[in-house]
């Protein structure tokens, strides 16, 4: 998380800021399997989702622009009084992260500390990552693994073509195997102990990417050890929802039941192409989203000359 975050909040304020939701944002549809890991992990929380659907994908783009485009989402998000943000695009966390986190006053995690973290916790010798271009030329995995794990050898390749497998619904085919056995030799052959799923979109392949590595390799899925620290940063700073809390109930009635998958207290936001959002999201989480919105993000447009 790189800092601790402490809020000055009173016992009425605080017990007001537990029922706000958390934000997600990512470039698109992939950061859905970190909302499908927190909501398992914290099924009493409401989340709102923003994907940046008009502008991806960030992992073509340069510094400065993807610092833009994730300050534009993340002030958005904030603009929609939640408790906490959850930066679930690697690239935006990995080129962005100091960006948002002065951009916007309330805690921020992202998704590469912790997905480095439970990587190195697992393993003693050699670890790989595979990720975006993007991702993979910042080496930002690389450097926080050998932050937690010094003496690990870090062993990165570039998976491109996984988010359009994904996305298309073609992870079970013999195409994807294919494919997947070509960019995951180096991986294979340097014999790793873990490998980071270092892309929101990949666990998506996670069948096809296990049978290749083999059973002794341990996939890190990034979603799920961020879930889990986004847990701890919500219990540190007394920010979990109180479900049995009168006003809780009151508020939100649902909190009381089971929760599924995109109901109704969850709301996400595209900035373009709703309709393919919710039919990538059926085949990414088995449902669409009950409350799905388009919006137009602008942000400021400056002329720079030399």
């Excluded at 992992?59 to 534009?72: C, D, Q």
């Excluded at 912790?114 to 930002?140: C, L, N, Q, W």
């Excluded at 997947?180 to 666990?203: M, N």
Aim: hydrophobic share 40%.
């Amino acid at each position: 998380m790189g800092r601790s975050h402490n809020l000055d909040l009173g016992k009425e304020s605080n017990k007001l800021s537990q029922n706000k939701s958390i934000g997600i944002f990512d470039s698109g549809v992939g950061g859905l399997t970190v909302y499908r890991a927190l909501h398992e992990r914290l099924p009493q929380e409401r989340f709102i989702y923003l994907g940046d659907t008009a502008r991806v994908p960030y992992g073509t783009k340069s510094l400065a622009t993807v610092e833009r485009y994730a300050v534009e989402n993340a002030e958005f998000l904030a603009s929609r009084d939640i408790k906490l943000l959850v930066v679930a695009c690697n690239t935006a966390s990995a080129l962005a992260l100091p960006a948002v986190r002065r951009a916007v006053k309330i805690p921020v995690v992202g998704v590469i500390e912790p997905g480095a973290r439970r990587a190195a916790d697992v393993a003693k010798k050699r670890i790989g990552v595979i990720a975006t271009e993007a991702t993979v030329g910042s080496h930002a995995y690389s450097n926080a693994i050998h932050a937690f794990a010094p003496g690990c050898e870090v062993f990165e390749t570039a998976c491109p073509l996984f988010v359009s497998l994904a996305e298309e619904g073609w992870a079970e085919t013999p195409e994807a195997g294919s494919i997947a056995r070509q960019y995951l030799q180096k991986i294979v052959e340097a014999e790793v102990e873990a490998l980071v799923l270092g892309c929101t979109h990949y666990p998506i392949l996670r069948r096809v990417i296990a049978e290749i590595v083999g059973e002794k390799v341990t996939l890190i899925d990034s979603g799920e050890a961020t879930a889990e620290v986004v847990a701890q940063v919500l219990s540190q700073e007394n920010l979990l929802v109180d479900s049995s809390a009168q006003n809780s109930r009151r508020d939100f009635p649902q909190l009381s039941e089971n929760r599924s998958l995109c109901d109704d207290l969850d709301h996400f936001y595209v900035t373009d192409a709703a309709e393919r959002f919710a039919r990538v999201a059926e085949r990414f989480l088995g449902t669409h989203p009950a409350r799905l919105e388009a919006i137009e993000l602008w942000g400021k447009d400056e002329l720079h000359t030399n």
